[in-house]
């Protein structure tokens, strides 16, 4: 290492003692001026680093869910997205207001409140333009607010289409309603299919449901899933004692309308069709029935569970 002269000069000088030399540096420094040194100011997270990215280690930083719904609000954010830099300009946010409006049909008057929150929001930012967090929040909304507005399932499908599909996936009414929300949401061409080759740009669980699942449901293998296959993916599994249930009380139910004196063979035969027309007069009530009792028993036996664990504890 190369010296300057005037570092050799200063370590070829003769130790001094504690007095002439250690407290005469120790007065100078309390004496010449501070230099403060200017603070650099940190460069402002964008929509990439916070999130807003559709990148995966964003969402390692992020506290808001990371379900299906996020993923798939990115796959329509794409969409909309013509210069591909992340965030949507107050023009881009129009086009899909119009777009949505398609898709939920009067439900869509609802959504008023959440497009002036987001203009509101890209009116106070630098760049006036929304990123990727507002807009999967807005979608979150819409999701909402269409899946408890029961006006928006039937201008898609009749009752009896609706229970059919709510029995099949072990879906209530407005979990049926939300899927097909985001249904409408992906349905780019408004054909009423999906396909499977935009779903398979999509990111994180969204991706590997698609690999599980939807694609096993293209069972034409046409590359389209109607509403039903992809309603596959949400489906739940129904106990088998559920189903024997229903099967027990429409079966009851049958009996009963057949045993009844004071009616004519017309009659019953019109009310037995009505329960087979309309069974949803009988599944809806068993299944909240069960939904209760269940609920009821795994609190009691939670409760019982931690209760011994508390007296376990105790005698530790």
């Not at 068993?286 to 028993?297: A, P």
Request: with cysteine; hydrophobic share 45%; aromatic share 10%.
């Amino acid at each position: 290492m190369i010296q300057s002269p005037g570092h050799q000069a200063r370590t070829s000088r003769p130790k001094q003692s504690f007095y002439s030399h250690d407290v005469f540096r120790t007065a100078c420094f309390f004496c010449r001026p501070r230099m403060y040194a200017h603070k650099v100011p940190k460069p402002q997270a964008t929509a990439a680093s916070q999130g807003g990215s559709l990148g995966g280690l964003s969402v390692l930083t992020n506290t808001r869910p990371v379900d299906r719904l996020r993923f798939q609000s990115m796959l329509v954010f794409k969409q909309f997205d013509s210069d591909g830099d992340g965030k949507l300009a107050l023009e881009e946010l129009d086009q899909y207001a119009a777009y949505s409006a398609e898709r939920f049909g009067p439900a869509a008057e609802q959504f008023a409140p959440l497009y002036e929150k987001l203009r509101a929001e890209a009116a106070l930012a630098p760049s006036g333009c929304i990123d990727v967090e507002s807009f999967i929040e807005l979608v979150r909304g819409q999701v909402k607010l269409a899946s408890n507005n029961t006006s928006f399932p039937r201008s898609v499908f009749n009752d009896t289409e609706l229970n059919r599909l709510g029995w099949d996936s072990a879906l209530s009414p407005t979990e049926v309603a939300a899927v097909l929300a985001i249904f409408r949401l992906l349905d780019f061409n408004l054909d009423n299919y999906v396909k499977l080759e935009d779903l398979r740009k999509a990111q994180g669980i969204e991706r590997e449901l698609v690999a599980d699942k939807l694609e096993d449901a293209d069972t034409n293998e046409d590359g389209f899933l109607s509403f039903k296959d992809f309603l596959t993916s949400y489906a739940r599994e129904r106990p088998v004692i559920l189903n024997m249930v229903v099967l027990l009380a429409h079966t009851a139910l049958f009996w009963f309308i057949l045993n009844l004196p004071m009616l004519d063979i017309p009659v019953k035969a019109v009310l037995c069709l009505g329960v087979l027309l309309k069974p949803q007069f009988v599944t809806a009530p068993v299944i909240k029935l069960y939904q209760i009792l269940r609920t009821v028993v795994d609190r009691a036996r939670a409760e019982i569970e931690m209760a011994g664990d508390r007296g376990r504890g105790a005698t530790a």
